[in-house]
């Protein structure tokens, strides 16, 4: 017996339908929760909890322990709190935002450049991780709930190595944002690289590292991974893609400080749609950059997910 519950699966391309089990799974979580409030209450909605239960293979009280450990450590770091200004000096030389254009499936894109490393503090490189990963769901359609990682290892060198920022990352993604991640492409990785990752790997569960794939520029049947994902006259060029508009920190900045507004108002359960005259009225400076962002988020969520809501002009 099935129930009519459609959601997303993990790799976010196709929707399914919950059995009555996975249903009943869902609402016993809800109960060994208890009662929830505040932000928590916004976080846990049946899509949230049913990530934790794919996570731990659908066991109800592994996934509701991993969701509760998400719970204490969302109230201790307050992640939706965090502001632009807050992480600005991070994203400084673009070694990590997210891009303008989304994959074939909607999917948000987040560039990394590890050569464009700016800060020695692992510390403030996960904050500004964290803040990226939040606008990153905020700006899913809303069939959407997973993410493409595209990492550029143009200039990569050894200094730009670090296994505690690494083991750091894995941690707070794998615990604190499971079944987000679509898919990581790893573009052009030297080959000094390879011990790296095999150190590296086993700090990943296995469907995780599993989502990781090496493409290189002069491999065909690499490259077909980027093709068969992206719109290549929209891609960055850094990636095999025709797109030349590079990334520009002030047009960026400008961006994100309107998607904080956003985050306010959707975890205070304000309406998104009461900042539409202050938008268009915002510098024209990141006109084209919002369209293109909400080019494929024109329909509201209905599953409690945080997200933006915006149309075709911006709004």
């Not at 604190?176 to 991640?181: A, C, W």
């Amino acid at each position: 017996m099935s129930l009519n519950l459609e959601v997303p699966p993990s790799n976010g391309c196709e929707k399914v339908i919950l059995s009555e089990e996975q249903h009943m799974k869902i609402c016993e979580v809800r109960r060994l929760l208890g009662p929830l409030s505040g932000t928590s209450s916004i976080y846990c909605s049946d899509l949230s909890i049913l990530r934790y239960l794919r996570a731990r293979n659908w066991n109800v009280k592994k996934a509701t322990k991993m969701l509760k450990a998400t719970l204490k450590w969302r109230s201790e770091y307050k992640p939706e709190e965090i502001q632009w200004d807050e992480v600005a000096h991070e994203a400084e030389t673009g070694k990590v935002y997210c891009a303008d254009c989304k994959d074939r499936h909607g999917r948000t894109v987040i560039v990394m450049r590890p050569c464009r490393q700016n800060s020695k503090t692992v510390k403030g490189q996960i904050r500004y991780l964290v803040y990226c990963m939040e606008n990153a769901i905020l700006n899913l359609p809303s069939n959407q709930e997973s993410m493409i990682w595209l990492v550029d290892f143009k200039d990569f060198d050894m200094s730009n190595i670090s296994l505690k920022a690494t083991k750091e990352t894995a941690h707070i993604l794998q615990e604190h944002y499971p079944e987000r991640l679509g898919l990581a492409i790893l573009y052009n990785a030297p080959k000094f690289f390879e011990p790296f990752w095999m150190v590296a790997k086993p700090f990943l569960e296995t469907k995780t590292a599993n989502k990781v794939k090496f493409v290189y520029s002069d491999d065909v049947n690499s490259k077909r991974i980027i093709e068969d994902l992206f719109d290549m006259d929209q891609l960055e060029s850094a990636f095999g893609g025709n797109n030349n508009v590079g990334f520009n920190i002030t047009k960026y900045a400008e961006m994100m400080k309107e998607d904080d507004k956003q985050m306010r108002c959707s975890w205070s359960a304000v309406n998104p749609n009461s900042l539409a005259s202050e938008k268009a009225q915002s510098s024209g400076l990141v006109g084209s950059q919002i369209t293109n962002r909400s080019e494929s988020s024109e329909n509201e969520r209905t599953d409690g997910d945080i997200h933006i809501t915006r149309k075709a002009d911006g709004n």
